[in-house]
């Protein structure tokens, strides 16, 4: 065992376990009031945490925790490298964002089901940092379980017919694409004897016999139909649009982003000789289709929150498109567009939220002259969406020109078409959306001047703003931010 | 060959034909009823199977938990099935699923060759993991190798499961709360003649067993997972003899009894940082008391929590005796 | 005369009439501006001085250079003169509420005409002309009828088709030779490789405004139309721009542009026969006029074409050729404002009118026979097909003052207030048409200033006067009277007809509207299919398949 | 030993379970296929655990257990949303409504 | 005391302040909300003036040889590199006066108006944008800001909410994006192939690449920037952007966006590829015809045009081109020549959208043939109109006559003459297209509508600053001979990138 300096043992003994023993609590104690403050000070507390982990994981590059003190290839490892970073950043930035936010809606909402939604949202954290560190296969099977059935009543959450047939199909698909990567995992289990990640990396890697090909494979499409990668994509936007505002954020923003971060685990960790550049492109084209797909669906949408679902289906292709370019830049881009998307997406939600606690409804054609009502709402909305859509100044735009130029670097053009392409689209759909809001369609003297007509409380509005505002700041910190990204990045091709 | 093994593999044989043509009953079965009995009975088999593949305890397991509990749940589901039907509702039947079968079946087929072939062609030279495993286990504290893997080599896999088993409790909750559905078997006005005294001997009879398994779980096949479906069927079948009435007011025990297992196990898992530098590391005295206090709670809390999924309520209250009708609820 | 009195003057004076025009229009000072707006040009008269310095400006525009050399004198002279004179003039001609917009009009282009005269540089003598030219507009138009719009447009059009050529040659040679002084020709032009299309751009450009035949069509429209004293300033001075315009760009001392001066005099002759052709054909008095400016302006055009054609005969042709300008401008004023003083007061008008008709046409001891003679002795060398022609031109012209005379020699007389009207500035431009030109024929060329006395110059200038009154009564006798043919002013113009006006695609992009309605509905049943969990396994097993294969 | 007609069996299952999940829409039939589906997965790690050269390997034994739990979870929350789903929409699966 | 000055850090960064002066107020604006109208009017008047000072001293410094950069790392090997030479200030200063100018109009113009915090908002930030694209040191900078500009400038765009209002915004942001995404490719085509590079003179492209490969990123960065100079074939968004409010078309469709692509043209031809490998690679004549295109094609449209601002956008796609023929030539007096029309045309233009907006605003007047007679109830705004139109036909002494002789020197100076033609034709056009409506204001028909005896001015706040512009018109027509005239800075630059005094 490395010896690893004294405080990354408690970081993620707590990042797991405290939301874990958070979530028993919820459920002994159903305090509403102490419980949000509960979730806001872990928020914070994990947040603070992570700033020393990161610096341990710069200084020493991945690290290594073996739980329970046994060796390698016994023990289940937790993996810490750039990419697990991040998302630990991720849900831990957007998890303090939305519980402030639901704090606030659960009250004023005074949503039956209050007590339920901590308790799924204190296990679904618990689950997520436990995948992004996890560094067994079978243990990312466990928690990839957690996450589907925290999320999978989240969606229930919100009442209606809607919502319970969208959870019903999320349910099923999430069902068969566990099935699937649990055969995925046996295959390899049985092929190569090993189920820890480092080990499998460490291997040489002289060529995968088929049965770690069809292994990856099945893992894939396991995957694809849990993180709705586009031809499997059908359940997440009818789920997301049905979810409440914070659930839909969490699960636009990190669920859906878990099981892709899987796929880039492991494609480019260990099981990188298993595919051959002609596969990469296949799974790059299927990443570019998602992203055409999603975009065309966005635009045709009626109502607010379907638009921003099919932007996550859209976006989440941009993750595939690591694998056929794996270089570092490629690496840093991608997952700095990850960690801008969770954010912006997030954002997204949570305004959206608002507006429809604003105005009642959220068919676009009724968002006319809300930009009077909430404009400063509407304002985080837009940010938001041009971080999605990847325009200058937010950090979208730095993660669109690490990805173009690792494209082009490595020759492969036809992938930075793509992605501008996937640009110009999200603008036309986001830009779509604030036009709406800004539409007025009656001469303006008639509508008086008022800022809210119910003032929207403070733990409703800041959150989103917030988020936004991240999402820009991060455009300020490509430099900052890239030798932590590049840590751990594949040696592949520079 | 030896009489005893040709006798084995005809055994096998049979066992394999008989589990394939009992999953094919399940799936193209027409009525719901015969295809959940088919069901169950596939889960019988496979405890079998296990047993006959040299693995006891998971042929306990899936006895209890995969025929026993789920079978239970899907007779449930039978019974809402029928019973709620709602005039305007067509019979269950089978809207084309968007892939017709003509090409299902070919798909299909040709997948199950493929894998059953790559299966079979896997060469079985166990791997780094298996030798240490083996290894490990002989010299563990606890002699039942599966036990010594799920509670300390793989320790958080058992953790995370309970938070699954958790989960769907909780998920089950948030539905309660949307809409309160008829309870499937309402407390009957007159008490079945022989339900009460089959109870009355079956209860030592299971505690029995359950404690025993648990027991037995740290040095022979059994444990904490196995006890606690055993005690989960016992709940069951007081609530089936309307001992537990369902209600729905959050109650403390009930919510203790659930969560017992995995708050615990998380406590260890922060608890273990004092005397190792990773967690969930068992300390070098006094881990057998600990892993057997673990297991007792996690026995608890499961058999709590497939009881209370079985119910679908938020929570159950003992009544005292049968003979006068607990309150409506 | 030290320089910094010239500077404040060289500048002061042009923006003077720019300072009073503003004043127009603040209603304390309207009184005190009206008042003083017709004697600014007069101001210009402190300028002489100047004569024979140069000012340079270099903060100015691009590098301004004001000065008054020999050719700039006398046309400065009779620019001050006749903008005074017709000035006063219109004071009492014109309707009430409308002067101040008038005397605005008018000092705008008095400024650009003066700086005409004065600049020394390129780029300021275009500015200049551009503004004489955008100004005059104003006044052409200030009736504000339907011909006047007409006559304004076809102006204008004109007008800037000449300035487009002007800055055409202009920017050729400046690419050379940068801003280049004006004041001893333009040296560069020759070594030019493009000298060839520069000076026809030259000539044509400043023929638009001199009237050169085929470029006239706007002058007979034009002036009529502007109220009397600006036809009589446009004639008189402004069309001399075009005249300094050939005179300071033109390489008159340069020699090899043969042909170019050559074509220009023959030019210049026909138009002065053709004017006069048109001329006769006219029923309108002022129309008479304008032609008979383009007939004289043909004639200067041939001493500047000779003046181009033979550089030794050039001094000499062109401070002639100024000098006709000079007498032919003030004659022509006389004559305009003589057309306004007849209708108000016949008696005083009949008494006097016919004397700047007289010297126009070139009767002798007139100021008309002076500049004749003069460039009559200019063209002695030149070849001699232009003898005979000024002869013909000079009792061509007196065809067409005997015309003109008859249709605007005052009718009996009409009521007395009409007189009380003060016809003193007329009568001083009737005095100036008799003594200026010899004044000024005396301070530039003392030697000749005498000749037109010599018996021999007297018969050649009282021979063609005499021919043309033969002439005239002879045709009222023999020819038909009444129906006399007419050519609708502008002559050519008719031939044009309205501009034709430019319907230009406008291309639209937008998908059919059914193309996006099917696109829409395979999306929506996309969307229906992919929501099924079967089609999704069954896509990603294809994909699947397709990866083992690519394997 | 018998272990290849046991992973034989084990493709075979699976075979059979993904055809029920293509075939079937309704709910319950669905969840039945898709749990033999994961029987069968857990039939090919024991046999490949009962193979293992000394002795069998409890960790897959370990993993199986665990799966069988979570498999009873998933489908005892299903069933619960099945019942529920029935209830509130009266349809027997989610796909059936074509309400775009 | 000067050496002290000239390489203090913060003197240095004096860019960076210039950017912020109105990225702050923007900020503050957006943040503060509506009903802060007062507060409102002091930040936006005190940034205008505060980055009017800022621009003075950098002029100044500039003029004086000072080094003015600001570095901030954003990426690995690539940084926010802002840097100030002769060039940047060109932009620079218009755009801080004219801002100044256009927010006392649009204070007056916006009176009761909904949505003002948005307006002023999002409009100091579209100046920040521009005032970063002309001190923008590298390619990446240039994008950042390039594209910030589209985005601040689209709520301006469809700020009256009305639906014309949206098609317009939607199909500008078609336009400006779609080039932006072909812009951004070019940009790391080349970043790929010399690596973060600093605009140098001689531009930093290396010649011994593939032609074929130069010429392909060269096309890409042209139509990227193109579409913002409305260049023809991508001119369609802003004749429709002409429905934004009266401040907004003056300032962005006169001086901001427009002239951000006209500079990045000169930009990506003086400062990337310089101007010898443009002309090996043959660009230059793509340039110049390609300019010369749109300068007919956009006058002859605006001959179509009857609605007032719509022809005043077609006169625009048609002017910003002379800086692209400017450039295109490529000769020392065609460079100056393109240089200073960026400025005067800013001038004139911005005069006449706020003309314009005042016949708009006091009259309802839209329409061309509505004008009759407003010569005398309008006299100060029609004269402004008259002498700013003058300007742009190319009548001296107004400014429009000053480029336009240079470009034409230019264009003679290395033999192309039909340079000349084209500068003729649209004098023509530009005539055709401008008298009339002189005509109608000064000299209306006997039967036009009699608008009553009095005259009818538009207010105050809207008068000052067209009467202001239009003094600045004729000022920099008349005093081009100044020091610190744009002529002379423009020669100045033109020293610069021809190294002797042209």
Request: aromatic fraction near 10%; include cysteine.
């Given at each position: 065992m490395t010896e690893l300096d004294s405080l990354v043992a408690p970081t993620l003994t707590f990042l797991i376990f405290a939301p874990l023993l958070a979530g028993v609590v919820a459920l002994l104690w159903p305090r509403g009031l102490v419980l949000d403050l509960l979730s806001i000070s872990l928020g914070a507390i994990s947040l603070v945490l992570l700033v020393p982990l990161s610096g341990t994981v710069m200084g020493q590059g991945p690290l290594l925790l073996e739980l329970g003190g046994h060796e390698l290839p016994l023990g289940i490892p937790l993996y810490v490298d750039g990419l697990a970073l991040a998302m630990l950043w991720l849900t831990a930035l957007t998890g303090l964002g939305t519980a402030v936010y639901a704090s606030g809606w659960l009250r004023s909402v005074s949503h039956p089901s209050g007590q339920q939604y901590r308790v799924l949202w204190f296990l679904l954290w618990s689950g997520l940092n436990a995948l992004f560190v996890s560094g067994d296969l079978f243990n990312i099977y466990v928690t990839l379980e957690i996450t589907t059935l925290a999320a999978v009543p989240l969606v229930a959450l919100a009442r209606g017919r809607e919502a319970l047939s969208a959870a019903m199909q999320y349910l099923y698909f999430a069902l068969v694409g566990s099935i699937l990567f649990l055969l995925g995992v046996a295959l390899v289990y049985a092929e190569t004897g090993l189920l820890a990640l480092p080990e499998l990396s460490a291997r040489e890697s002289e060529a995968a016999g088929p049965g770690e090909t069809i292994a990856l494979l099945a893992i894939t499409v396991g995957l694809a139909m849990k993180a709705a990668l586009f031809p499997a994509h059908g359940w997440l936007p009818r789920a997301h649009a049905a979810a409440s505002p914070p659930a839909s954020a969490l699960l636009s923003a990190l669920v859906a982003k878990a099981a892709a971060y899987l796929v880039i685990r492991l494609w480019l960790g260990p099981f990188e000789a298993a595919w051959t550049p002609a596969v990469a492109q296949l799974m790059g084209v299927v990443g570019v289709l998602g992203i055409l797909y999603g975009s065309l669906q966005a635009l045709r949408q009626h109502r607010l929150k379907p638009v921003i679902a099919y932007s996550t289906v859209a976006q989440l292709g941009y993750l595939l498109l690591l694998i056929p370019l794996a270089s570092v830049v490629a690496w840093q881009g991608v997952i700095y567009h990850a960690l801008v998307h969770g954010l912006a997406k997030a954002a997204f939600f949570l305004a959206a939220g608002n507006l429809i606690l604003g105005i009642g409804h959220d068919r676009l054609v009724g968002l006319a002259g809300c930009d009077r009502v909430l404009s400063k709402n509407l304002l985080a909305m837009a940010v938001a969406g041009v971080a999605i859509a990847g325009l200058p100044p937010t950090g979208g735009f730095i993660a669109k020109w690490w990805m173009i130029t690792a494209a082009l670097e490595q020759g492969q053009w036809w992938w930075a078409v793509a992605i501008g392409m996937g640009g110009l689209l999200a603008a036309l759909y986001v830009f779509r959306v604030v036009s709406f809001a800004v539409h007025s369609p009656r001469p303006w003297h008639e509508e008086p001047l008022r800022e809210t007509r119910h003032g929207l409380n403070r733990l409703l509005l800041w959150p989103p703003v917030l988020l936004a505002a991240a999402a820009v700041a991060l455009g300020m910190t490509g430099e900052l931010l890239a030798p932590f990204l590049a840590v751990g990045a594949p040696e592949v091709s520079p | 060959m030896p009489v005893s093994d040709l006798l084995a593999s005809g055994f096998d044989v049979l066992l394999c034909i008989g589990l394939l043509w009992l999953a094919w009953q399940a799936i193209t079965g027409t009525g719901l009823f015969r295809s959940v009995v088919m069901f169950m009975v596939f889960g019988l088999m496979m405890a079998v199977t296990w047993a006959r593949l040299g693995s006891p305890d998971l042929a306990l397991a899936e006895a209890a938990i995969g025929a026993g509990i789920t079978g239970a749940l899907l007779l449930n589901a039978c019974r809402a099935a029928v019973s709620e039907m709602r005039s305007d509702e067509q019979p269950l039947r089978d809207r084309p699923s968007g892939v017709p079968k003509w090409l299902a079946l070919p798909l299909s087929l040709a997948a199950g060759v493929g894998l059953a072939w790559l299966m079979h062609s896997i060469p079985r030279d166990g791997g780094p993991t298996p030798e240490a495993a083996i290894k490990a286990a002989e010299t563990h504290f606890l002699d039942n190798p599966i036990t010594s893997v799920l509670l300390d080599f793989r320790a958080i896999d058992t953790l995370l499961e309970m938070a699954v088993l958790l989960l769907a409790l909780v998920g089950a909750r948030v539905l309660l709360d949307q809409r309160r559905l008829p309870a499937l078997y309402p407390v009957p006005d007159h008490p079945m003649p022989m339900l009460p005294s089959l109870l009355a001997m079956i209860t030592p009879v299971l505690?029995?067993?359950?404690?025993?398994?648990?027991?037995?779980?740290?040095?022979?096949?059994?444990?904490?997972?196995?006890?606690?479906?055993?005690?989960?069927?016992?709940?069951?079948?007081?609530?089936?003899?309307?001992?537990?009435?369902?209600?729905?007011?959050?109650?403390?025990?009930?919510?203790?009894?659930?969560?017992?297992?995995?708050?615990?196990?998380?406590?260890?898992?922060?608890?273990?940082?004092?005397?190792?530098?990773?967690?969930?590391?068992?300390?070098?005295?006094?881990?057998?008391?600990l892993v057997l206090l673990i297991e007792f709670a996690l026995m608890l809390s499961i058999a709590a929590t497939l009881v209370l999924l079985f119910v679908g309520s938020r929570s159950l209250q003992l009544r005292r005796s049968t003979n006068h009708p607990g309150g409506r609820q | 005369m030290n320089i910094p009195y010239l500077a404040i003057t060289g500048f002061v004076i042009p923006v003077l009439p720019l300072v009073v025009a503003a004043a127009l229009f603040v209603p304390k000072l309207q009184r005190i501006a009206l008042g003083l707006a017709p004697w600014v040009p007069l101001t210009a008269l402190g300028l002489l001085p100047l004569h024979g310095e140069i000012i340079d400006f270099a903060w100015l525009l691009l590098g301004a250079r004001v000065g008054i050399d020999d050719i700039a004198l006398p046309l400065v002279l009779l620019a001050s003169i006749a903008w005074t004179l017709a000035g006063l003039h219109g004071r009492h001609h014109l309707p009430k509420e409308r002067r101040p917009v008038f005397y605005l009009l008018w000092l705008l282009t008095w400024t650009g005409n003066l700086c005409v005269f004065l600049t020394l540089d390129a780029a300021s003598f275009y500015a200049a002309y551009a503004m004489m030219t955008f100004a005059a507009y104003g006044l052409v138009v200030f009736h504000r009828r339907p011909e006047d719009y007409r006559a304004g447009r076809i102006y204008l059009i004109m007008a800037v088709l000449g300035e487009a050529a002007i800055i055409a040659s202009l920017l050729t040679m400046g690419a050379t030779l940068g801003n280049f002084a004006l004041e001893a020709g333009s040296p560069g032009l020759e070594e030019m490789t493009e000298q060839a299309w520069v000076i026809w751009l030259l000539l044509a450009g400043f023929g638009v405004k001199m009237g050169l035949a085929g470029l006239h069509m706007w002058l007979p429209l034009a002036h009529p139309q502007a109220p009397v004293p600006a036809s009589a300033v446009l004639s008189g001075v402004i069309l001399k721009g075009g005249l300094i315009g050939w005179l300071r760009f033109l390489p008159i001392e340069a020699d090899g542009f043969q042909i170019a001066g050559m074509s220009l005099a023959?030019?210049?002759?026909?138009?002065?026969?053709?004017?006069?052709?048109?001329?006769?054909?006219?029923?309108?008095?002022?129309?008479?006029?304008?032609?008979?400016?383009?007939?004289?302006?043909?004639?200067?055009?041939?001493?500047?074409?000779?003046?181009?054609?033979?550089?030794?005969?050039?001094?000499?042709?062109?401070?002639?050729?100024?000098?006709?300008?000079?007498?032919?401008?003030?004659?022509?004023?006389?004559?305009?404002?003589?057309v306004d003083i007849a209708r108000h007061s016949p008696r005083t008008a009949r008494l006097m009118m016919w004397w700047p008709a007289l010297a126009l046409a070139g009767a002798p001891l007139t100021s008309g026979a002076l500049a004749k003679v003069l460039l009559k002795s200019g063209l002695a060398e030149a070849p001699d097909l232009f003898e005979p022609a000024m002869l013909l031109s000079s009792v061509a012209t007196t065809l067409l003052m005997i015309h003109f005379l008859r249709l605007a020699w005052p009718e009996r007389e009409t009521d007395s207030k009409a007189?009380?009207?003060?016809?003193?500035?007329?009568?001083?431009?009737?005095?100036?048409?008799?003594?200026?030109?010899?004044?000024?024929?005396?301070?530039?060329?003392?030697?000749?200033?005498?000749?037109?006395?010599?018996?021999?110059?007297?018969?050649?200038?009282?021979?063609?006067?005499?021919?043309?009154?033969?002439?005239?009564?002879?045709?009222?006798?023999?020819?038909?009277?009444?129906?006399?043919?007419?050519?609708?002013?502008?002559?050519?113009?008719?031939?044009?007809?309205?501009?034709?006006?430019?319907?230009?695609?406008?291309?639209?992009?937008?998908?059919?509207?059914?193309?996006?309605?099917?696109?829409?509905?395979?999306?929506?049943?996309?969307?229906?299919?992919?929501?099924?969990?079967?089609?999704?396994?069954?896509?990603?097993?294809?994909?699947?398949?397709?990866?083992?294969?690519l394997r | 030993m018998t272990g290849w007609l046991f992973s034989v069996t084990a493709g075979l299952l699976f075979a059979i379970g993904l055809y029920g999940v293509l075939i079937r829409t309704e709910l319950v039939r669905r969840l039945l296929a898709a749990n033999v589906m994961a029987t069968a997965v857990f039939l090919f790690l024991i046999v490949v655990a009962a193979e293992t050269p000394d002795g069998p390997d409890p960790v897959p034994q370990a993993m199986v257990l665990t799966g069988i739990v979570i498999a009873v979870s998933l489908t005892a929350f299903a069933l619960a949303l099945i019942r529920h789903f029935r209830a509130v929409t009266g349809e027997s699966d989610p796909e059936g409504g074509d309400d775009d | 005391m000067m050496e002290a000055l000239q390489d203090h850090p913060v003197w240095m960064a004096m860019p960076a302040w210039m950017v912020l002066s109105s990225l702050v107020a923007g900020l503050l604006i957006l943040v503060l909300g509506e009903p802060y109208q007062r507060t409102r009017v002091v930040i936006n008047l005190g940034a205008a003036v505060l980055k009017l000072v800022l621009v003075g001293f950098m002029l100044w410094g500039v003029g004086q040889g000072h080094d003015f950069e600001f570095r901030l790392p954003l990426l690995p090997g690539i940084d926010l590199y802002l840097h100030a030479d002769s060039l940047s200030m060109?932009?620079?200063?218009?755009?801080?006066?004219?801002?100044?100018?256009?927010?006392?109009?649009?204070?007056?113009?916006?009176?009761?108006?909904?949505?003002?915090?948005?307006?002023?908002?999002?409009?100091?930030?579209?100046?920040?944008?521009?005032?970063?694209?002309?001190?923008?040191?590298?390619?990446?900078?240039?994008?950042?800001f390039y594209e910030l500009l589209t985005l601040t400038t689209w709520p301006l765009v469809v700020h009256r909410g009305v639906s014309v209002a949206l098609r317009a915004g939607k199909r500008y942001l078609a336009y400006t994006l779609g080039g932006g995404g072909i812009f951004l490719f070019g940009i790391i085509a080349l970043y790929a192939l010399m690596g973060d590079q600093v605009f140098t003179p001689g531009g930093f492209v290396d010649p011994d690449l593939p032609p074929a490969l130069l010429i392909g990123i060269f096309l890409l960065l042209l139509v990227g920037v193109g579409v913002k100079a409305a260049m023809v074939p991508l001119h369609g968004w802003l004749p429709q952007a002409m429905v934004a409010p009266a401040p907004v078309s003056a300032l962005l469709h006169a001086v901001a966006v427009v002239k951000a692509g006209a500079f990045g043209i000169v930009r990506l031809v003086y400062d990337v590829y310089g101007l010898d490998l443009v002309a090996t690679l043959g660009m230059n004549h793509v340039l110049a015809i390609a300019a010369a295109i749109t300068i007919v094609w956009g006058s002859l449209r605006a001959l179509q045009a009857s609605d007032i601002k719509q022809r005043l956008a077609f006169s625009t796609v048609s002017q910003v081109s002379y800086i692209a023929l400017g450039v295109g030539i490529g000769s020392p007096m065609a460079t100056i020549g393109g240089l200073v029309h960026l400025v005067h045309q800013g001038l004139m233009k911005i005069t006449l959208f706020f003309c314009a907006g005042n016949l708009a605003e006091t009259h309802g007047i839209k329409r061309v043939d509505q004008v009759d007679g407003m010569g005398r109830t309008m006299p100060w705004t029609m004269a402004a109109f008259t002498l700013a139109a003058l300007g742009m036909i190319g009548v001296p002494p107004i400014a429009g006559f000053v480029s336009k002789w240079y470009l034409g020197l230019g264009g003679v100076e290395n033999g192309q003459y039909w340079v000349l033609g084209v500068l003729v034709a649209s004098t023509l056009l530009n005539a055709a297209y401008f008298l009339p409506v002189l005509r109608r204001a000064w000299f209306p028909r006997a039967d036009a509508p009699d608008r009553g005896p009095g005259i009818h001015e538009a207010p105050l706040s809207l008068l000052i600053p067209t009467v202001a512009t239009a003094t600045f018109a004729l000022g920099a027509g008349i005093l081009a001979g100044m020091p610190f005239s744009p002529l002379q800075w423009a020669q100045f630059i033109g020293e610069q990138i021809y190294g002797v005094a042209p």
């Open positions: - | 505690l029995l067993t359950g404690l025993y398994l648990f027991w037995a779980g740290s040095h022979a096949p059994g444990g904490a997972f196995q006890a606690g479906a055993l005690l989960g069927a016992l709940g069951v079948m007081y609530q089936l003899a309307g001992r537990f009435t369902p209600t729905h007011e959050p109650g403390t025990v009930n919510a203790l009894l659930i969560t017992v297992g995995l708050g615990l196990f998380s406590l260890f898992a922060c608890l273990s940082l004092l005397w190792a530098p990773a967690p969930l590391s068992h300390p070098e005295q006094g881990a057998y008391a | 023959a030019l210049g002759l026909f138009t002065a026969l053709y004017a006069v052709a048109i001329g006769l054909l006219q029923n309108r008095a002022k129309t008479v006029l304008a032609y008979s400016s383009v007939s004289q302006m043909g004639l200067i055009s041939i001493a500047v074409g000779l003046a181009l054609a033979f550089p030794d005969l050039a001094p000499l042709l062109v401070t002639s050729a100024v000098l006709f300008a000079l007498h032919h401008g003030l004659a022509k004023s006389a004559l305009f404002l003589s007189f009380a009207r003060s016809t003193l500035p007329w009568q001083c431009s009737i005095l100036a048409v008799i003594i200026l030109p010899w004044l000024v024929a005396a301070w530039l060329l003392p030697e000749a200033v005498l000749r037109p006395f010599q018996p021999g110059y007297l018969a050649e200038t009282l021979l063609p006067v005499l021919l043309g009154v033969i002439l005239v009564l002879l045709g009222r006798r023999l020819l038909p009277t009444h129906p006399r043919p007419t050519v609708p002013e502008g002559d050519l113009i008719a031939l044009f007809p309205r501009a034709p006006t430019l319907a230009l695609p406008t291309l639209r992009f937008h998908s059919p509207a059914h193309v996006r309605s099917h696109l829409r509905m395979t999306l929506a049943s996309a969307e229906r299919w992919l929501f099924r969990l079967a089609p999704a396994i069954l896509i990603w097993s294809g994909i699947v398949v397709v990866m083992l294969v | - | 060109l932009l620079a200063t218009l755009s801080a006066i004219l801002w100044l100018i256009t927010t006392v109009y649009a204070i007056g113009y916006l009176e009761q108006s909904p949505n003002r915090c948005r307006f002023f908002g999002f409009f100091s930030l579209c100046v920040a944008a521009t005032m970063g694209v002309s001190v923008a040191g590298n390619l990446f900078t240039f994008f950042l």
